[in-house]
Antibody, heavy 119, light 111 residues
Framework: QVTLKESGPVLVKPTETLTLTCTVSGFSLSNARMGVSWIRQPPGKALEWLAHIFSNDEKSYSTSLKSRLTISKDTSKSQVVLTMTNMDPVDTATYYC???????????WGQGTLVTVSS | QSVLTQPPSVSAAPGQKVTISCSGSSSNIGNNYVSWYQQLPGTAPKLLIYENNKRPSGIPDRFSGSKSGTSATLGITGLQTGDEADYYCGTWDSSLSALWVFGGGTKLTVL
């Protein structure tokens, strides 16, 4: 079955760089119909889409966060990595990765990982 | 402020019907498929509707979706207390570059 799981630090300091890994199973990152997005949700707030990587390695980023984000994938490891530079307390959120199909929709989600930014 | 506009909250009694609107523009809803997501308290979002009106396997037919022009609507009939959740619409937006957008979310309360 399809699963996605986020991993990374639970606590980062202001100005540090956050690196999150999404490990997927049940599908291949080279599948032409599949891609992976990162989404975050500050406590008590709405979902915010961050970035997406397509099967052909094309990338798309949130306009407001583009300068701070990098998304990449390692197909052999079934992993998608998101880095976010210059972290700030307002970046405290649960970070999700999700599979996107060509319908398009986010059909499978990871459980999410809470990242707190604090000194 | 979200690109897609949803009402912050809706409410209805058990057994009743409710609709949740999602308003956008020609660069997003007007020219792309809309999907809807349900987020129960403390859990990850779950896909409810894709391609405007299709339900994934396992989603009951109490949930329906529609789209007209630059707006989309999620309908839920036969409300149950277990439907209390936040609901989000989402779609691609191609105004400047391709990016995904969510609505601000709607909190459904089943009274």
């Amino acid at each position: 079955q399809v699963t996605l799981k986020e991993s990374g630090p639970v606590l980062v300091k202001p100005t540090e760089t956050l690196t999150l890994t999404c490990t997927v199973s049940g599908f291949s990152l080279s599948n032409a119909r599949m891609g992976v997005s990162w989404i975050r949700q500050p406590p008590g707030k709405a979902l915010e889409w961050l970035a997406h990587i397509f099967s052909n390695d094309e990338k798309s980023y949130s306009t407001s966060l583009k300068s701070r984000l990098t998304i990449s994938k390692d197909t052999s490891k079934s992993q998608v990595v998101l880095t976010m530079t210059n972290m700030d307390p307002v970046d405290t959120a649960t970070y999700y990765c999700a599979r996107m199909t060509d319908n398009p929709s986010l059909d499978y989600w990871g459980q999410g990982t809470l990242v707190t930014v604090s000194s | 402020q979200s690109v897609l506009t949803q009402p912050p909250s809706v409410s209805a009694a058990p057994g009743q019907k409710v609709t949740i609107s999602c308003s956008g523009s020609s660069s997003n809803i007007g020219n792309n498929y809309v999907s809807w997501y349900q987020q129960l308290p403390g859990t990850a979002p779950k896909l409810l509707i894709y391609e405007n009106n299709k339900r994934p396997s396992g989603i009951p037919d109490r949930f329906s979706g529609s789209k007209s022009g630059t707006s989309a609507t999620l309908g839920i009939t036969g409300l149950q207390t277990g439907d209390e959740a936040d609901y989000y619409c989402g779609t691609w937006d191609s105004s400047l570059s391709a990016l995904w957008v969510f609505g601000g979310g709607t909190k459904l309360t089943v009274l």
